[in-house]
């Protein structure tokens, strides 16, 4: 019982392979939890590459490129 | 052939899932709100710049009481700014290449600085009808001509914004087919229209944000009778 609580507080680089599927049982997959999870993908990219003193235009031009292969893949039918 | 041109204009779906809503709310992911800071990220100063600049510009002929139109015509500017130029990259699904889009866009906005002015200034805003100084015969068919041109703004916004950027994707693809096909044949014919196609590339681009500015130009220029 008290490794399936710090099992919880774990990033996924340390989560062992075979507690993997309880560790995704235990993430919170509410709207709010998703919702949540694209905050911080959001703030992680954005502090990474753009709230920095001197961004370039790297950080824009990454977004760009992965819309770009994202309309690449969704339209890929059409081609 | 012929008809294939046309579907990279067909509203992208994935299992039935209008995929135009992404389409549309992926230009707020590229503005992050400045945080209370002095000196911020080179992004938001920029955008802090660019958005001093616009709103000043649109803003200036307005009276004080049109300045509560300033956060949506704002919005409005930069949306349509950023569609259009992200529409510009290879695969990419424009949404303002739709009628329907830019119809809902316009018609009620134009319907708002019709009102408005109705409702305030009655008088005033039917006075558009009729210029000063027409002859005394005239005034019957100007009034008409004028309710007509009033009438058909909304149209003219949304077919204006459509067709400019419609035109501009058809003709792209149409003369990079023709440099593509004729690659083998005559290439150097084919380098020319490669040219063409670099040129009709930045007019794209100039299109792209012309035509974003002139709408909502033209909306401030109708609130401006109105308000």
């Known amino acids: 019982l008290p490794a399936a609580v710090f099992l919880k507080d774990t990033k996924l680089m340390d989560v062992k392979l075979g507690q993997l599927p309880s560790w995704l049982a235990m993430r919170d997959f509410t709207p709010g939890g998703i919702a949540g999870a694209f905050r911080r993908g959001y703030d992680r990219y954005y502090n990474k590459y753009i709230n920095v003193k001197k961004g370039g235009l790297g950080g824009v031009s990454m977004v760009l490129a992965g819309y770009v292969v994202l309309s690449y893949i969704w339209s890929y039918s059409h081609i | 052939m012929n008809l294939s041109f046309f579907d990279q204009f067909m509203s992208p779906s994935l299992l039935g899932i209008p995929l135009i809503l992404i389409s549309l709310l992926f230009p707020t992911l590229l503005f992050p709100s400045p945080d209370n800071r002095w000196i911020t990220n080179r992004i938001s100063t920029l955008q802090l710049w660019f958005f001093q600049l616009i709103t000043k510009q649109l803003m200036t002929p307005l009276n004080k009481k049109g300045h509560k139109w300033a956060l949506i015509l704002l919005s409005l500017m930069v949306l349509l700014l950023t569609i259009n130029l ?20 316009a018609f009620p906005l134009w319907l708002a600085t019709l009102l408005t002015g109705l409702r305030n200034q009655p008088s005033i805003a039917l006075g558009h009808l009729l210029p000063e100084g027409t002859p005394t015969p005239l005034i019957p068919a100007l009034i008409l001509i004028e309710t007509t041109s009033l009438l058909i703004r909304p149209l003219a916004l949304g077919v204006r914004l459509t067709a400019n950027l419609t035109a501009g994707h058809l003709l792209i693809q149409l003369i990079s087919t023709a440099s593509t096909v004729l690659l083998p044949i005559m290439p150097a014919v084919s380098l020319l229209t490669t040219i063409i196609l670099l040129l009709l590339t930045i007019l794209e681009v100039a299109v792209a944000m012309i035509q974003a500015y002139v709408f909502v130009l033209l909306l401030s220029l109708y609130l401006q009778e109105n308000i």
């Open chain 2, 86 to 105: 992200l529409g510009l990259l290879p695969y990419t699904f424009t949404p303002t290449t739709q009628l329907s889009m830019n119809l809902a866009l």
